[in-house]
């Protein structure tokens, strides 16, 4: 079982960056592949971003393509999420969690759900 601990949220203005850190429990994170996730109010938790247990693969929802950049630190078991030029629509709670199988683009296909962060973009 791994404990998942998201941080690094908060407001800013659109245009702005911030920088999201999973902080992950247990000896084998390393070969784990891990995901974003984020749920605006009155929607359904959608993908953001996955990479996979090497750190060597990535992939993005089309959304934040060329605006976030996903990168882990197996030592620090840690998976981060730069986001730039943060848009007013990028605001939600944003939550990681682990891979178990299947497609990466599905919540359902993801277990050990973090508590998530707040992200509020203003205009």
């Known amino acids: 079982q791994v404990h998942l601990v998201e941080s690094g949220g908060g407001l800013v203005q659109a245009g702005g960056s911030l920088r999201l850190s999973c902080a992950a429990s247990?000896?084998?994170?390393?070969?784990?592949?891990m995901g974003w996730f984020r749920q605006a109010p009155g929607k359904e938790r959608e993908f953001v971003s996955v990479i996979r247990w090497s750190g060597g693969s990535t992939d993005y929802a089309d959304s934040v393509k060329g605006r976030f950049t996903i990168s882990r630190d197996n030592a620090k078991n840690t998976v981060y999420l730069q986001m730039n030029s943060l848009k007013p629509e990028d605001t939600a709670v944003y939550y990681c969690a682990v891979h178990f199988g299947g497609s990466y683009f599905y919540a359902r296909n993801y277990n050990n759900w973090g508590q998530g962060t707040q992200v509020t973009v203003s205009s």
């Open positions: 247990g000896r084998t994170f390393s070969t784990y592949t």
